[in-house]
């Protein structure tokens, strides 16, 4: 097959980790494009606001000369930043909330500012606007993703993978997350990767280095679902096996005129929001 790039099924960790959520909500979420505008749709949420705020405050600090990341506060940044999504526009409810949620990253940033560990040594930045390669050229389909920082290790001429949370969740057992970057990272740059880590800068001043997948087993798991995505996609069929889910509802009422329009992203996608139900759970106190 003549490789296209136009043609191909592309999938990241996000969109496979919505097609294992509910093929239903991967449909909605990547394939679906509101016939008005002709734009793909996205559900904003607080949680969801202050990780692309802070993940943005952080990651740019990897375009820097070691010696300059810091010599504008990282609260400055993020003030700036936050713009972006304050009030409906980062889906809060009111400015109680986004207050919460805003001293929240603040804190996050301070203790980056404090402990900055790997941040302040070279990092080595993918030469590509959304990193991707042929995960199989003969079935057409391309891996792609962005990392969040790749550190250099100068003495062994490798690669450090780090990834930022900022959620106070552990990921997952059996996440394909790390399977995916390890994937990403050998194939689009040159380095070996020595080691992974996930920093939980809500939680923790340094990563916590994880255990590297096996990379064949990695390739094979995530190209078999990449087919079943791409056989899907081919027979434009998308089933919820619940027949509606957590995953797939929120995105459903988008679709019935239940949401609330509040802008277009930087990946010319629509942003919407929802009303909070009786449902929602109470936020609770950020100590």
Request: hydrophobic fraction near 35%; include cysteine.
């Amino acid at each position: 097959m003549t490789k296209d790039k136009y043609s191909a099924t592309w999938v990241s960790h996000s969109s496979i980790s919505d097609w294992l959520a509910c093929p239903r909500a991967y449909f909605l979420k990547n394939v679906y494009k509101d016939p008005k505008t002709g734009h793909k749709i996205s559900l904003m949420s607080p949680p969801l606001a202050l990780g692309s705020a802070v993940h943005e405050v952080v990651e740019g600090l990897s375009v820097l000369p070691t010696d300059k990341r810091f010599d504008e506060s990282l609260i400055k940044k993020f003030d700036k930043v936050w713009g972006k999504f304050s009030g409906k526009k980062g889906g809060f409810g009111d400015e109680a909330e986004e207050g919460r949620y805003k001293e929240r990253g603040k804190k996050m940033l301070r203790r980056v500012m404090k402990y900055p560990g790997p941040l302040k040594n070279l990092a080595v930045k993918i030469q590509m606007d959304l990193p991707n390669y042929w995960l199989s050229e003969e079935d057409n389909i391309i891996l792609c993703g962005k990392i969040d920082w790749l550190e250099y290790l100068k003495d062994e001429d490798m690669v450090h993978i780090i990834d930022f949370k900022t959620g106070k969740r552990a990921e997952q057992k059996g996440s394909l997350q790390l399977p995916i970057y390890y994937l990403l990272v050998t194939n689009t740059q040159k380095r070996a990767v020595k080691k992974a880590s996930y920093w939980h800068i809500d939680l923790a001043d340094e990563p916590m280095e994880q255990k590297l997948p096996d990379i064949k087993k990695a390739n094979e798991k995530i190209l078999k679902i990449a087919k079943e995505i791409k056989l899907a996609r081919t027979l434009e069929r998308f089933k919820c096996p619940n027949d509606g889910c957590r995953a797939c509802k929120p995105m459903e009422k988008i679709i019935k005129g239940e949401g609330e329009f509040v802008g277009v992203d930087e990946i010319r996608r629509d942003i919407y929001i929802l009303p909070r139900t009786k449902e929602d759970k109470p936020e609770g106190k950020i100590l």
